[in-house]
């Protein structure tokens, strides 16, 4: 079985700190893609990233970084120079090679106040 | 594009009555699934589809209903509401198995009384 693990609960954070949300998850398949998605206050899933077991490439997309790391199963995420509008839920997910529905972890709060 | 749309948006029960969520989606996406949110659990799969006239149990099925008679539609029955079913449902769909990210609808915030 898969399992996704996001250890922190909630974060407060003050506006330009910088900030790390830890994901670590488990599965026996080799083949497998990683998510993550922000909640806002206003309730809806976006979607932020996709990554394939396969690709340890780190990633930056303006002031979001995610480091993906196989020999600790972790994919971090890292959020430069925090806003308020950075304030949201953050879900971390894991999905199966072939199989269509997620396995989230418990979701980290940031909050992040001026 | 609509992409997902879950309607009601926001609904109260007594406990007993029952109920349909209602997701549609107008991507021609095979694959849906249902999720609940609960605080402190995340997101738990209760029901999915891979295909028209296919479902299957996700990891919270009890008290729930579900069938997939058209592409575009996936609706989640209550049979008998609970107030353990006070939550926020979301609906969600993809073109392929794994690569492709999920789209979500925005959810039902439903209340058990």
């Known amino acids: 079985a898969q399992k996704v693990t996001q250890a922190q609960t909630e974060i407060s954070v003050v506006e330009k700190e910088d900030v790390t949300l830890d994901c670590v998850y488990e599965?026996?398949?080799?083949?497998?893609?990683l998510f993550w998605y922000k909640q806002p206050p206003s309730g809806e899933l976006v979607f932020l990233i996709r990554?394939?077991?396969?690709?340890?490439q780190n990633e930056i997309s303006g002031r979001y970084s995610w480091n993906f790391q196989k020999s600790t199963s972790s994919f971090n995420f890292t959020i430069t120079a925090s806003q308020v509008v950075d304030s949201a839920v953050y879900f971390c997910?894991?999905?199966?090679?072939?199989?269509?529905?997620?396995?989230f972890g418990k979701g980290t709060m940031l909050l992040v106040s001026p | 594009n609509a992409g997902v749309t879950q309607t009601p948006k926001f609904q109260v029960l007594k406990t007993g009555q029952s109920m349909t969520l209602q997701c549609a989606q107008d991507?021609?996406?095979?694959?849906m699934s249902w999720y609940r949110q609960d605080p402190g659990m995340g997101l738990r799969l209760i029901h999915y589809?891979?295909?028209?006239?296919?479902?299957d149990q996700g990891e919270v099925p009890n008290g729930y209903n579900v069938s997939r008679s058209t592409t575009e539609d996936f609706p989640l029955r209550l049979l008998s509401a609970a107030p353990s079913q006070t939550s926020v449902y979301f609906c969600?769909?993809?073109?392929?198995?794994?690569?492709?990210?999920?789209?979500f609808g925005d959810g039902t915030r439903l209340s058990i009384l």
């Open positions: 969600a769909s993809s073109y392929l198995a794994g690569a492709q990210p999920q789209h």
């Open positions: 589809s891979v295909g028209a006239g296919i479902t």
């Open positions: 599965t026996r398949d080799t083949t497998y893609y």
């Open positions: 991507m021609n996406h095979e694959y």
């Open positions: 990554r394939n077991s396969f690709d340890e």
């Open positions: 997910a894991l999905i199966r090679s072939g199989y269509s529905t997620l396995t």
